[in-house]
């Protein structure tokens, strides 16, 4: 990897508005309030050129809770450590998975300041359960797990929610060994869920989306296709549907057709021990 | 957000919070870059009227000792 950024060294910079964020720029298409000119600069560009793009971010954000709940009520999984969190909106990670369970355990991981800021919105844990914060890179997987486990048994099944992040990870910096990192020392009946931007079925209008917001973030996004995106899973099995346009895993309502961002959900098959 | 945030290095400050964690296992430490504030939450039963605040690490250190000592 050509650069992890941790509290430790001081990688993650300062605060500055005037710089555009991923998690901002993302606040601005799902019609937050939470962001300044520079990230709405950004938003603009990209729908001048894709969109579609303010579907996508909603369907992305719709997602969450369907695999959030659909991993709680189907498969048990009380823990989870939502990493790219970004700015609170309704339905957060913790909410939902402690309407199923109040005693469900999230640890949150975002390296943006202003969604340290206003971390206290996805603090407000039910008595019986617990929510964390920590502010790092999600390249840090090493101290990402080390800091989990004061929040986690990981002697039970953890669920990894990677939505919409692993898109800003180029490929020298090997985000299928960043999944690999994060979800192998986790107990059989853990999940991995990712959804990840595509330009498979519009490649020269994503592309131009892309072009735009990379000329603009310093965080370049990168488009995969569904076999890239497929392999993130590494060695995890996937979760019928398997990897598909976000709006068609396991939809719970009619939605928009999204074609931009592909999801998935896969778990780590127990042992077989005959 | 209409109103300018404060900004400044924030550096090191992510370095005093990773340090606060590591000290102060059972709080949740945040830095609240736009107010240069830290603040702590109990990690359990994080009411929000249960936050502490302060402008300095070490000032957020001595609140959460003196949370500690009123619980015993």
């Known amino acids: ?274 | 957000m209409n109103q300018q945030p404060a900004t400044g290095n924030d550096a090191e400050r992510w370095r005093e919070v990773a340090r606060l964690r590591n000290e102060h296992t059972d709080y949740v430490i945040i830095w609240l870059a736009p107010t240069r504030q830290f603040r702590a939450y109990p990690l359990k039963q994080a009411r929000r009227a249960a936050a502490l605040t302060a402008a300095t690490a070490a000032e957020l250190a001595d609140q959460i000792s003196r949370a500690h000592q009123g619980r015993r």
């Open chain 1, 1 to 274: 990897m050509s650069h992890v950024a941790s509290p430790g060294t001081g990688e993650l910079g300062s605060f500055d508005p005037s710089v555009p964020h991923p998690a901002r720029v993302y606040n601005v298409w799902l019609d937050g309030k939470d962001h300044f000119e520079s990230d709405r600069e950004v938003a603009d560009r990209v729908i001048k050129e894709r969109p579609q793009v303010v579907d996508g971010a909603v369907a992305n954000r719709q997602f969450l809770g369907r695999a959030v709940r659909y991993l709680a009520r189907c498969h048990g999984v009380r823990q989870f450590i939502d990493i790219g969190t970004g700015l609170p909106a309704p339905d957060n990670t913790h909410e939902v998975a402690q309407m199923v369970d109040p005693y469900s355990r999230v640890l949150y991981v975002d390296s943006d300041p202003m969604v340290m800021s206003h971390a206290e919105a996805l603090l407000t844990s039910t008595d019986e359960g617990s929510c964390d914060y920590l502010h790092t890179d999600l390249r840090d997987t090493a101290y990402i797990l080390k800091e989990a486990r004061r929040t986690l048994d990981f002697n039970l099944p953890v669920a990894v929610l990677l939505l919409a992040v692993l898109h800003f990870i180029p490929d020298e910096d090997d985000p299928a060994g960043i999944v690999t990192a994060l979800a192998g020392p986790l107990t059989a009946g853990s999940s991995v869920v990712i959804s990840h931007l595509t330009a498979d079925s519009a490649p020269e209008a994503v592309g131009g989306g892309v072009a735009a917001y990379n000329a603009l973030v310093p965080t370049s996004i990168y488009a995969r296709t569904h076999a890239q995106v497929t392999e993130l899973f590494e060695d995890f099995t996937l979760v019928p549907p398997g990897v598909v346009p976000v709006s068609e895993w396991r939809p719970d309502s009619v939605a928009k057709k999204v074609t931009d961002v592909y999801a998935g959900i896969a778990r780590k098959p127990w042992r077989r021990w005959w």
